[in-house]
Nanobody, 117 residues
Framework: QVQLVESGGGLVQSGGSLRLSCADS????????MGWYRQAPGKQRELVAE???????NYADSVKGRFTISRDNAKNTVYLQMHSLKPEDTAVYYC???????????WGQGTQVTVSS
């Protein structure tokens, strides 16, 4: 059974940095994309960043230039480096892995990121 284990959330001041990690216990060969979503209180879950098996990346406009997504295929791990954090980045961040066809979505348990002003 696939498990996604996230780490790296926490409390940081505005302008600070954090790095999130998500380790996938499943096979790397069936992955089509890995990414991060976030959900703030009272809001819908939204895509933050995604990286495909071919290395293409996609970012939400609100994080472009501040966040960088990367992956280590040898460790089957995806990272989200976050710089210049703002209070509006405060949310629970969820790791997402897409596998197979038709696509099956796998989700991590979520990690809280809180940015104080």
């Amino acid at each position: 059974q696939v498990q996604l284990v996230e780490s790296g959330g926490g409390l940081v001041q505005s302008g600070g940095s954090l790095r999130l990690s998500c380790a996938d216990s499943g096979s790397v060969y069936s992955i089509s994309a890995m990414g991060w979503y976030r959900q703030a209180p009272g809001k819908q879950r939204e895509l933050v960043a995604e990286i495909t098996s071919g290395g293409s990346t996609n970012y939400a406009d609100s994080v472009k230039g501040r966040f960088t997504i990367s992956r280590d295929n040898a460790k089957n791990t995806v990272y989200l480096q976050m710089h210049s954090l703002k209070p509006e980045d405060t949310a629970v961040y969820y790791c997402n892995v897409k596998r197979g066809w038709p696509t099956i979505n796998y989700w991590g348990q979520g990690t809280q990121v809180t940015v104080s002003s």
